[in-house]
């Protein structure tokens, strides 16, 4: 809980202290295990996990061909899965472009997914390096804000504004 704390003050802290339009934030561990989040790690502490997080106003957002080219979504499913259609269907409501991989009768791909997620289960979600198992979408959708993905209400008053 403190951690996500930390995560969630450096990113209040950078979205309000300067033109920026991403940040990066590290997961730092010492030697007894202790883990802050960081610009980058201090000595005597390895990285754990980092991200980027867009902080910029909306007009400046990379445009979703950048997004896909940069941080691409990728949706590993089989054919007859209801919650890989649900999952589907979320990324096509809220206007994320995205492919789709078949792992029902693919070695390879299977391969791929159990490298990705540990396990041969679907649905799964990648967001660039990010990773969502099972039908989450809160997560779902957190990571494709913190990716830089126009969430659906953004396209709405986009839209409502034309």
């Not at 450096?10 to 802050?36: H, K």
């Not at 649900?86 to 299977?110: F, H, M």
Request: hydrophobic content about 30%; aromatic content about 4%; proline content about 7%.
């Amino acid at each position: 809980m403190d951690q996500t704390r930390a995560l969630l003050s450096c990113l209040c802290l950078l979205a309000v202290t300067g033109p920026a339009v991403a940040a990066t934030i590290v997961q730092c561990e010492d030697a007894d295990g202790n883990r802050t989040f960081e610009a980058s790690c201090p000595p005597g502490t390895t990285q754990v996990e980092k991200k980027s997080y867009y902080t910029g106003p909306k007009d400046t957002a990379p445009d979703l061909e950048t997004l896909k080219a940069e941080r691409p979504v990728v949706l590993y499913r089989v054919p007859t899965c209801e919650a890989c259609d649900a999952v589907s269907n979320y990324l096509d409501n809220r206007g994320t472009p995205y492919s789709e991989k078949n792992v029902s009768d693919d070695a390879e791909l299977q391969e791929e997914l159990l490298s990705i997620s540990g396990e041969l289960s679907v649905p799964v979600v990648t967001v660039g390096e990010e990773m969502v198992a099972g039908y989450n979408r809160p997560m779902l959708s957190d990571k494709l804000d913190a990716a830089g993905y126009p969430s659906a209400e953004d396209e709405g008053t986009e839209s409502a504004s034309r």
